[in-house]
């Protein structure tokens, strides 16, 4: 008897003799799983009711009077539409730099065979590992003897570096299942380097592109510290710390202003990773990011 | 190496500059400041004087430090290592067998903790360990009094938190790595009657290690680096007795303006990073040649 037909065989004996273990099984496995979605769901919970309850504290309770004064209340030009302006801003403006970055040095490493290609790569890969955290301290005292503090442009060339790593490892791993024949026919007929890679390459891995950039943009719309030290003024802080400094004085007051606060900021990343994993599923991104 | 093959290589250019500006430049002022008396304000911020040592030998003379490395290290382990990979784990393994439905509600709950940007999730882990708070409602329907789980237990509700906030990307790197087994081995084994644990231990957990390794150096490393969370919950407190050293730096350099002692606070957790970094990267180099 052949493997295949003796696999055949135990594969039907079990399914007539484990057809209701298996079916049990199951059954705990949903229950279990369930109750694993109800704990991290708990805490999120508050966020949504508290939002639309005028009364709210910190208990979790179905509104008595639900209404949507706490979204009224936060939508104002102070509060919150010039911090999310300023997150645009800087969320953008980081995804922009890290993506012409990334782009142009993923292309030789992924071009072109050189030994400078592999110390490099994982050199980079190692740069993903340092904890962005702990480099805040020695950022701060650089950006004072530069001068930088309280800058945009800065802000945005540092939080961009942070995340140039992983997007260096991304955009080259999507760069190298773009096949070479392509350009090498435009390289015959006189094309450069950079416009084969403008009008032949980026235009095949857009997708790529797409989650590399709202990766970076998530991120850094999400960035709490890197803003909080290196921004000043009021007036350029983005949502992440407009959010946090005025609650933090105000919020003993206002729990549901912050809820509406909270659920407004989020929303925009929620709709960017719905996209980024309907597109693509969640596996495929994340072995861009993980697997290498 | 010519000219020519040299010139291919200038569009690096750019990511090389803003690496060694923005990443190396930083990483080696830490160092360089950690052996000095730099200050947030006044003359010791404007004209800073080596010092040495120093700021090493405190830290070990200082209760503090000892205290940080010690909560840090019980903070990586419970809630990344324990926490969010265990649960991770578990939640994909659950997955294979349960219910599409139930599996997809699940992992949208679960990632929804991670998508949240991190102040956000950090007020609302705020909000549910508060005295008043949500896990206090549940805990008192069965008819026990909660504590006031940030001042009495600040420890465990940040590993609590972090775990809740973290678990998602285990639960993807594990969903990836689990889609990879082929059926066949796993249902092969359960003909040989090999029973559900021991097909874990001694079939899947091997097949899937590389996963493994990978996952735990990845959120070892980002738990080293949580900040919000914690500032937002606890703050450090009460009596830093939820101080990690991201925090400890944090503080002594803008709370006590002591840029030397923070720096060389920083330079512990960049040192810290740089080995598991280099673990990393030795390991994925040995999977792929």
């Known amino acids: 008897m052949t493997t295949r037909a003796l696999r055949a065989q135990l594969r039907k004996t079990s399914t007539t003799s484990g057809g209701s273990s298996r079916s049990r099984a199951r059954l705990w496995a949903n229950i279990a799983l369930a109750v694993v979605g109800v704990c991290f769901v708990a805490p999120l919970l508050w966020l949504l009711l508290a939002a639309v309850d005028p009364q709210a504290g910190y208990q979790t309770q179905v509104p008595s009077s639900p209404s949507i004064a706490n979204f009224a209340a936060v939508l104002n030009p102070e509060l919150l539409f010039r911090p999310l302006a300023n997150s645009l801003w800087l969320s953008a403006g980081t995804a922009v730099v890290n993506l012409l970055a990334a782009v142009l040095a993923a292309y030789p490493l992924s071009r072109y065979q050189s030994r400078f290609n592999k110390p490099f790569m994982y050199t980079v890969l190692f740069g993903t590992s340092l904890p962005v955290t702990a480099i805040m301290v020695p950022v701060y005292g650089l950006f004072v003897q530069l001068q930088l503090l309280d800058s945009m442009a800065a802000t945005i060339f540092f939080m961009a570096t942070t995340t140039l790593p992983m997007a260096i490892w991304m955009t080259k791993n999507f760069m190298d299942s773009v096949p070479v024949e392509l350009e090498e026919a435009a390289w015959m007929d006189g094309a450069s380097a950079m416009a084969a890679l403008r009008t032949i390459v980026l235009p095949l891995m857009r997708q790529g592109l797409g989650v590399v950039f709202i990766f970076v943009f998530i991120q850094a719309w999400g960035n709490f510290f890197v803003p909080f030290i290196l921004l000043l003024s009021p007036d350029k802080q983005p949502a992440a710390v407009s959010i946090f400094s005025f609650f933090g004085q105000h919020g003993a007051i206002a729990y549901g202003q912050l809820a509406a606060f909270s659920i407004l900021y989020s929303v925009p990343v929620l709709l960017l990773y719905t996209l980024v994993s309907r597109g693509m599923g969640n596996s495929f991104a994340l072995s861009g990011a993980v697997k290498g | ?289």
């Not at chain 2, 500059?17 to 730099?38: G, I, Q, R």
């Not at chain 2, 081995?185 to 079939?203: K, N, V, Y």
């Open chain 2, 1 to 289: 190496m010519t000219i020519r093959r040299a010139m291919r290589l200038l569009p690096v250019i750019p990511s090389i500059l803003l690496l060694l500006l923005f990443l190396l430049a930083p990483v080696a002022w830490s160092f360089y400041a950690s052996f000095t008396d730099a200050g947030l304000t006044g003359k010791a911020a404007k004209d800073p004087q080596w010092v040495g040592a120093e700021n090493y030998l405190r830290m070990f003379s200082d209760d503090s430090f000892p205290l940080s490395a010690w909560l840090t290290l019980v903070f990586v382990a419970a809630s990344a290592v324990l926490g969010q990979n265990i649960l991770g784990l578990l939640i994909a393994l659950l997955m294979t067998r349960s219910g599409t439905v139930v599996s997809s509600l699940v992992g949208t709950a679960v990632v929804a903790a991670w998508v949240l940007p991190e102040i956000v999730a950090a007020f609302a882990a705020y909000a549910y360990f508060n005295r008043d708070g949500t896990l206090n409602q549940m805990v008192g329907m069965v008819g026990i009094e909660g504590p006031d789980w940030l001042y009495s237990f600040p420890l465990v509700a940040i590993i609590l938190a972090n775990t809740w906030r973290g678990t998602a990307f285990s639960m993807l790197v594990y969903r990836a790595a689990l889609a990879d087994v082929p059926r066949d081995i796993s249902e092969a084994a359960l003909m040989d009657g090999a029973r559900g644990w021991q097909r874990l231990t001694f079939i899947t957990l091997p097949l899937i290690r590389g996963s493994i390794t990978t996952n735990l150096m990845l959120i070892t490393l980002q738990t080293l680096a949580v900040f919000t969370l914690i500032w937002v919950m606890t703050a450090g407190g009460p009596a830093n007795a939820s101080t990690t050293l991201a925090v400890l730096a944090y503080q002594e350099a803008f709370k006590f303006g002591d840029i030397g002692y923070g720096t060389a606070v920083a330079s512990v957790l960049i040192l810290l990073g740089m080995i598991f970094g280099a673990i990393y990267v030795r390991l994925l180099r040995e999977r792929r040649p």
